[in-house]
T-cell receptor, first 111, second 115 residues
Framework: LAKTTQPISMDSYEGQEVNITCSHNNIATNDYITWYQQFPSQGPRFIIQGYKTKVTNEVASLFIPADRKSSTLSLPRVSLSDTAVYYCLVGGGNQGGKLIFGQGTELSVKP | KAGVTQTPRYLIKTRGQQVTLSCSPISGHRSVSWYQQTPGQGLQFLFEYFSETQRNKGNFPGRFSGRQFSNSRSEMNVSTLELGDSALYLC??????????????FGPGTRLTVT
């Protein structure tokens, strides 16, 4: 399983775009990159998943360079309600339903 | 479609007792995974069940066990509770239709306090 490295914390202000980068140097060929969001005392919530290039949905974009050794989660125009912990996970394929969560990035959005 | 439900939401037990937690996955989801979350260790994988079979297991002692029923509902059991078992226990479900999915849907968790 590829190890991931993310910043421990980030601060932002309402209305700004936030980019959280995750490093995963040992990503395997069949690994996907998945991001989750977690609010205090709640279960994590799936945000976005990608394999290469760019993926966009209604809440975020995921940018993955050609070498796939890193990925960037982009949250456009954050609000106070985006304050949460964001986890980057790498894996999939034949590894079973075993999500390995790192320490995550604690995003704090200020007014 | 109803989300993942977990019961009970809160539980207080004393050391040495045992506890059973229940999880009902999203309708149609056949894979159920369990996780333990503590401030010190973060989110840790316990085990995963698919079609009533344990398919994957994390690094937890044998006091932690689980099972899955034919309707995909799952239970986990912790015997001989220790203070360190105090945690938020999360259940997640996914479709897992042949391809292992990292898109899992988590329940609200059961907050277990061991005194």
């Amino acid at each position: 399983l590829a190890k991931t490295t993310q910043p421990i914390s980030m601060d932002s202000y309402e209305g700004q775009e936030v980019n959280i980068t995750c490093s995963h140097n040992n990503i395997a060929t069949n690994d996907y990159i998945t991001w989750y969001q977690q609010f205090p005392s709640q279960g994590p919530r799936f945000i976005i998943q990608g394999y290469k290039t760019k993926v966009t949905n209604e809440v975020a974009s995921l940018f993955i360079p050609a070498d796939r050794k890193s990925s960037t989660l982009s949250l456009p125009r954050v609000s106070l309600s985006d304050t949460a912990v964001y986890y980057c996970l790498v894996g999939g394929g034949n590894q079973g339903g075993k999500l390995i969560f790192g320490q995550g990035t604690e995003l704090s959005v200020k007014p | 479609k109803a989300g993942v439900t977990q019961t009970p939401r809160y539980l207080i037990k004393t050391r040495g007792q045992q506890v059973t937690l229940s999880c009902s996955p999203i309708s149609g989801h056949r894979s159920v995974s369990w996780y333990q979350q503590t401030p010190g260790q973060g989110l840790q994988f316990l085990f995963e069940y698919f079609s009533e079979t344990q398919r994957n297991k994390g690094n937890f002692p044998g006091r932690f066990s689980g099972r899955q029923f034919s309707n995909s509902r799952s239970e986990m059991n912790v015997s001989t509770l220790e203070l360190g078992d105090s945690a938020l226990y999360l259940c997640a479900s996914s479709l897992a239709q042949g391809i292992i999915s990292y898109e899992q849907y988590f329940g609200p968790g059961t907050r277990l306090t061991v005194t």
